[in-house]
């Protein structure tokens, strides 16, 4: 199943062992599927806000305890984290969370969706499992693994657990992904795999180095998120004032799309999304109060420095022309 169909049946089987809790304390991540995971479950999710931090969002760790405290440990399925998500939002801090839900006996579930290709994240998870606890954490097979999508691996440090995730599994699943799974990492094998690794994170150096110096020579600021190891997200603020902060700025995400660029988000301020009767504003920013619009962009495995060159090849010439469009119709207007 695709990740977040995994999320719900990691839920379901901690369901099983709580069945007297309703609640899903979730550190918020504007991407649908993983909060639609813990509806799909029949639960109650509590969002728990992100500290805004000069621009960068982090884990609200405090606010975690006090749902706790208000909430009482016994209603509370489980505390559930994120360690991979984009830009300004930085992954959570899962071993706080882990040290938290190990103080309160609670349930820990990590969605790590493209957290198994960075290096620093899995031993952020076996510190996490060290100090504290974490129950289950799940990874996108797609992401990481290079295979196409709608198969995910649920990991626990605990084997009891992973069969009761089996038990709950309805029917027969599908081998196919399981397969292109063996068939890639055998093709690549294992200094294959980890070359791929290693170049990834000299990827995404080089793509925050030229991030950088292109939001230097045009205004803008590359928001500093040190705990996002694969997004980076760059100020839209000038494009934003020419438009006189209208909407008309997603103008850039549709034009770098048309050009075959995909995996890049604008998002502006004032765009609100209702999900299964919850209310997100500024949707897509992870928070409630967004000031400024940005454009985010990744690197993950597989990505090419000959790609990121073309990509600012393309990018340079969307905001050239975007730049230019819009200072005729201020001029027009």
Sequence with gaps: MCT?????????????????????????????????????????????PCLVQHQALSTDVNAFEQQVEALG????????TTTSCFAPRNSDNIVDIAQLAKRFDLPHL?????????????????RAQRLGRVDYFVQSSDKNLLVPVGGAIVASFDQSLLSLVGSSYAGRASGSQTLDVFMTLLSLGRSGYHSMLEKRVDNFNYLKEQLMEFAQSNGELVIESRDNFISLAITLGTLWAATGQGSSITQLGAMLHMRGVSGVRVVVPGQSKVIDGHTFPDFGSHQMKLELPYLTVAAAIGISREEIDKFFKIFKKCWTKLSQSLSENKTKQ
């Design 73 to 80: 440990a016994e209603t509370i399925l489980c505390l559930y």
């Design 4 to 48: 977040g169909m995994t999320i719900t049946l990691c839920l379901q089987s901690l369901r099983k062992q709580r069945p007297l809790a309703k609640y899903v304390l979730w550190s918020r991540i504007d991407q649908k599927s993983c909060f639609k995971a813990i509806t799909a479950a029949g639960l109650e999710p509590v969002i728990v």
């Design 110 to 126: 990590v969605n790590n969706a493209y957290g198994l290709q960075i290096g620093e994240i899995s031993r952020q998870l076996e």
